[in-house]
Nanobody
Framework: QVHLVESGGGLVQPGGSLRLSCAASGFTFDYYAIAWFRQAPGKEREGVSCLSSRYNSTGYADSVKGRFTISRDNAKKTVYLQMNSLKPEDTAVYYC?????????????????WGQGTQVTVSS
């Protein structure tokens, strides 16, 4: 059974940093692409970043390019999202998601497995 657990969210001031983690279990982690999505109140869920299962190809939303970095540790079955220079508009619940197959995409409909989310609040 696929299981994803996010952690690392919290309250941070504008310009600050957070690192989110997503611990995975129940599937062959190396063969699955992983992504981070977020959803702010009253807004649609949007793709933030993705990472393929092979060659470590990545994708980022324009709004986070240059500020966020996605990475994975296959030995620990964990995906990370390093978030720097945070802005109030980054406030949202952040979810990790996974799908079989290697390709990286930010289309949430392609992902069949989701974590429960972790809240990130950027405010002074």
């Amino acid at each position: 059974q696929v299981h994803l657990v996010e952690s690392g969210g919290g309250l941070v001031q504008p310009g600050g940093s957070l690192r989110l983690s997503c611990a995975a279990s129940g599937f062959t982690f190396d063969y699955y692409a992983i992504a981070w999505f977020r959803q702010a109140p009253g807004k649609e869920r949007e793709g933030v970043s993705c990472l393929s299962s092979r060659y470590n190809s990545t994708g980022y939303a324009d709004s986070v390019k240059g500020r966020f970095t996605i990475s994975r540790d296959n030995a620990k079955k964990t995906v990370y999202l390093q978030m720097n220079s945070l802005k109030p508009e980054d406030t949202a619940v952040y979810y990790c998601a996974t799908k079989s197959g290697s390709s990286c995409t930010l289309k949430f409909g392609r992902y069949g497995y989701w974590g429960q989310g972790t809240q990130v609040t950027v405010s002074s």
